[in-house]
């Protein structure tokens, strides 16, 4: 049922702000399923591929992205005993969202919801989103996937610090970094997002998209660092494949320019994200 309510809710807000692109096609869905499945594994391709291209500028952000996760890093230990005391004071029901909709099998249901949707409205527009959902998910998923094995960090639960490292460990408690839950859950958020104009509903998104990244420090699954590094995966993962989609797809819902800004404040007592777009 959960995963029900979730998939219409993002379905129908998506439809409402695509109602105009639905056209009378004549193009058989078979066709469309051939073609976007194309684009799916064509988009997890061609993500992979970017940093082999990237020039000054996208070595400086990503460059900025580690300096801002290492600085977010230094205080680990302290944010997450502090996000963890104040665990009890969450109401109940957002905590069982952060970790129901960040679990891989339910984030697939409602992706996958979303493409299937428009593939039988014959909505491109739907369409092309379900498919910016699902290969978003599916390149950052793997990658994290990867990192987790590779970087070997403790979990907060293992009660190891933050400092611990065992590469290719087996034990679930060697697999905090980056966050799954954060990493699958702003994919989707960021890519819906990607349907509206309007910054407030945007702030919106992003925020019920953060939520499953926030439960898993609440609950001492990951640090704070952990969930940084998962969202920064997660917009540049979107932001390539998006790229790649404008030229297999003629509707375009975000000629804006396709980038967001972050940036990390830091102060005596204070630490804070600023995200303009």
Known sequence: MKNLIILLGITFCISLNAQDSTKDSTETRWNMFKHDMGSI?????????????????????????????????????????????????????????????????NNYIATTGVYAAGLITKNEKLRRTGVLLVSSATSAGLLQQV???????????ADLGKDTFDPFNSSRNFHSFPSGHALLAFTNA????????????????????????????????????????????????????????????????????????????????????????
């Open 41 to 105: 594994f064509g988009g997890v391709g061609y993500s992979y591929a970017r940093p082999f291209h990237w020039k000054g500028d996208q070595w400086a952000q990503f460059g900025a992205v580690v300096a801002g996760t290492g600085l977010v890093y230094l205080a680990d230990d302290e944010t997450s005993r502090f996000i963890r005391n104040n665990r009890e004071g969450i109401p109940r029901v957002v905590r069982d969202y952060g970790e129901f909709y960040g679990n891989p099998s």
């Open 190 to 277: 960021y890519a819906i997002g990607k349907q509206f104009k309007n910054p407030w509903v945007k702030a919106g998104i992003y925020t019920i998209g953060a939520i499953p990244g926030i439960s898993r420090v609440w609950d001492g699954q990951h640090y704070l660092s952990d969930m940084v590094f998962a969202f920064a995966i997660s917009i540049a993962t979107v932001e390539s494949i998006d790229r790649y989609l404008d030229k297999r797809y003629d509707e375009k819902y975000n000629d804006q320019n396709k980038m967001v800004s972050w940036n990390l404040n830091f102060g005596p007592g204070q630490l804070g994200v600023t995200v303009n777009f």
């Open 147 to 157: 990192l987790k094995s590779v970087v070997g960090r403790a979990r907060p639960l």
